[in-house]
């Protein structure tokens, strides 16, 4: 398998940044907000959602979790519905629409 499909198999099985990049754009957020609610600098807000950083702790991802309203749990449920139809699709953004609206943040 050539370099460049292995490369982009790992980013959709490590996709977990994409949920998040969504959850942002549904909250209005900027990476500079979000970066600034988690304490962390833009760059790092970016790595994660373009999936350059494959090795999030569950610290990591509870303070995401946190920032943008989602819980762990339900943060994963969108990431293997992503994996499993693609993260750009309308199922996959519908759902996420939905755990927002059942969330404590406001859309």
């Known amino acids: ?15 977990i940044g994409n949920i998040i990049k969504h959850l942002r754009y549904v909250q209005d957020l900027s990476s ?8 962390v600098t833009r760059q790092f807000i970016s790595d994660v959602e373009a999936n350059r950083r494959d090795n ?16 762990p749990s339900e943060l994963m449920r969108l990431n293997e519905l992503g994996k499993t139809h ?3 699709t309308p199922c996959v953004l519908q759902e996420i629409l939905h755990a927002m609206a059942n969330s404590d943040i406001a859309i």
Do not use: P
């Open 56 to 71: 999030l702790t569950q610290e990591t991802i509870n303070r995401f979790c946190l920032a943008l309203g989602v819980s």
């Open 86 to 88: 693609g993260y750009k």
């Open 1 to 15: 398998m050539m370099l460049k499909q292995v490369q982009r198999q790992k980013r959709i099985k490590d996709g």
């Open 32 to 39: 500079t907000e979000l970066a600034e609610k988690m304490s």
